[in-house]
DNA sequence: GTCTATAGTCGGATAGAC
DNA sequence: GTCTATCCGACTATAGAC
């Protein structure tokens, strides 16, 4: 339905779309909302500054199509592993080892989307400033990519942890410091690369936060299963 | 010397520098550099407009103000810990054991002032945005607050697990972690905070979130002793 | 669907009275 | 040192030719 727009012909469909949704991504993530100007984007994007209004219905239109476009992007790298995990709890509760194993692999391949990848950088700028002003946008962003993230890994880790009724509050606040651990490679990345004097993440460096993760990650829960069931020594 | 604007007679001296400062701080972090207007914070902090540029020379010197502000807060609640523990690692190395008290009293400072007082959220939103697109004051923030942070955790780490010549760089990005956990629960407060159902962090949460910042820490103490030197197993 | 020109709004800074 | 009034520049959006 509605395929009238794009399925031109020739050179690139839909191109100018495109190449605002591209430029908006790097300018509202440089300057923010309001200090992007639709001069600059139109400039970046090397379109003109009319097809703004014309395409999106303004400033904010494009800002929602740009907010769209990371959760699919987002999702599109998602969903296969989220898929796959719970294709796998569905078929009965894996032994805590299986399910240790399943959360390792998927929060290695988060590292390797939030560190490694090259729309990453992009992407989280945006995002962290949702986290600190939310819009409405930042309802979607939650919704489509903190929430679904949370709820793995707190629902791995309750199985880890044998935790018949799914994860509780402790479990909860321990797969957010999981994320967090990740997150804080992207969102404290200026401070990193300043402290160890690097230029960006190199496809080495990214192996070797993943394998400091994974450590992290193998140690909370050797010290969770030491000490489990009671928290209050 | 240039004492002669202050130290005035009677009623609140200078007070209206400090209203901008604290009206700035609220304005600016909420809506970024240039998503703040004078008007805004000449509003908030009910003063008239024309007193930035009277006082600050303009909105860009207000924000200087505004970074200072937090710096020299930031350093008057920090500064004691330093100096306590640097007084200590003055007197002779310490053993792991006495170390790793030290660290878990710095985090745990680190954690009431970050994730329990009443400046923080204020502070971290201007600092973060900082983070993601770094003016000429991000380096004041990384030489004052952020750096002094990482040198202190990674220099105990490094007393921890025993590397004599100071933090080598797997040490480095050790610290990073630890110090990163802790500052997830700042950054992405609005996504735990929904996750969790929450209104805020109650002292109640600020107790829980340091108790598991210990145990994470201690978790991967113990984790470091028991695979410390070689790393790839 | 893309462009130029321009209208309308708002932000930051200044002038000058008090 | 504080206020009102105002200027000037920059921004978003629109009108209308092509």
Known sequence: ????????????????RR????????????HGYTGATTRMIADRGEVNLAAIPYHFGGKEGLYGAVIGHIITTVRGQLDPV?????ARLGQGR???GEAQELLQKFLGRLVDFVVGSKEAPRFSRIILREQMSPSSAYD???????RP???MAATLLAVITGRQDGPDRETQLRAFVLIGQIMAFRFAR??????LGLEGYSPGETAEINRIILEQTEAMLFGLQHRSGSATD
Do not use: C, H, N
């Open 190 to 195: 200026e401070t990193l690369v300043r402290s």
């Open 19 to 30: 190449r605002l949704i591209e430029a908006g991504l790097d300018i509202f993530g440089e």
């Open 82 to 86: 989220l898929g796959e995990i719970e």
């Open 149 to 151: 993230i949370l709820i």
């Open 140 to 146: 979607q962003i939650y919704e489509g990519i903190m």
């Open 94 to 96: 894996p032994e805590p």
């Open 1 to 16: 339905m509605a395929q009238t727009t794009r399925a031109k012909s020739a050179p690139a469909p839909g191109t100018t």
